[in-house]
T-cell receptor, first 115, second 113 residues
Framework: AAGVIQSPRHLIKEKRETATLKCYPI?????VYWYQQGPGQDPQFLISFYEKMQSDKGSIPDRFSAQQFSDYHSELNMSSLELGDSALYFCASSWTDRNSYNEQFFGPGTRLTVL | DAKTTQPTSMDCAEGRAANLPCNHS???????VYWYRQIHSQGPQYIIHGLKNNETNEMASLIITEDRKSSTLILPHATLRDTAVYYC??????????????FGTGTRLQVTL
């Protein structure tokens, strides 16, 4: 079965540079979520999109922005990178059912290292 | 979000049942209980969810107490590959909406030979 695809899998950037992470959800899923997991920490919700509109926002820095495109893929743009942005970034997708919550399917993550 | 409380860590012998408890005493009537796990540095993986009744799938069973204030995830025959951090989560938001997951500290399950 198709899974969530994230690219790149690994990314190394210098401080103050810009990074773009991409996420391709499972076909027919209409919702995308982004999570950040720092070293030794639990995943933290950043932002989500439902049908190409931002649906929720967590502890996402103002330096970060994201969007969901017409083909439902999503991109997380990160500017003025800081050392503390080094983390695993997970994308998840789900199909939003009006009658219940739906499980989220996570991608393998992008490991961002800021030097 | 309703808060959940889980033990920090547990050990289980391979082949035995692993019973992972979760306390969610402030759960509201329409909140589901979800369980996810994360094997080292991999993306979290959905396991099971339930509202009131006990649930079972190919991965695990979920037992929810009648008052819904606690639940137990059961892995009937744990293997080394089940070593992971297990998260009990009550998604925020209303049903029918895209609900973020708030990960607590979870239970680190170590399955040993």
């Amino acid at each position: 079965a198709a899974g969530v695809i994230q690219s790149p899998r690994h990314l190394i950037k210098e401080k103050r540079e810009t990074a773009t992470l991409k996420c391709y959800p499972i076909p027919r899923h209409d919702t995308v979520y982004w999570y950040q997991q720092g070293p030794g920490q639990d995943p933290q919700f950043l932002i989500s999109f439902y049908e190409k509109m931002q649906s929720d926002k967590g502890s996402i820095p103002d330096r970060f922005s994201a969007q969901q495109f017409s083909d439902y893929h999503s991109e997380l743009n990160m500017s003025s990178l800081e050392l503390g942005d080094s983390a695993l970034y997970f994308c998840a997708s789900s199909w939003t059912d009006r009658n219940s919550y739906n499980e989220q399917f996570f991608g393998p993550g992008t490991r961002l290292t800021v030097l | 979000d309703a808060k959940t409380t889980q033990p920090t860590s547990m050990d289980c012998a391979e082949g035995r049942a692993a019973n992972l408890p979760c306390n969610h005493s402030t759960i509201s009537g329409n909140e589901y209980v979800y369980w996810y796990r994360q094997i080292h540095s991999q993306g979290p993986q959905y396991i099971i969810h339930g509202l009131k009744n006990n649930e079972t799938n190919e991965m695990a069973s979920l037992i929810i107490t009648e008052d819904r204030k606690s639940s137990t995830l059961i892995l009937p025959h744990a293997t080394l590959r089940d070593t992971a951090v297990y998260y009990c989560i009550l998604p925020s938001g209303d049903t029918g909406t895209a609900s973020k997951l708030t990960f607590g500290t979870g239970t680190r399950l170590q399955v040993t030979l």
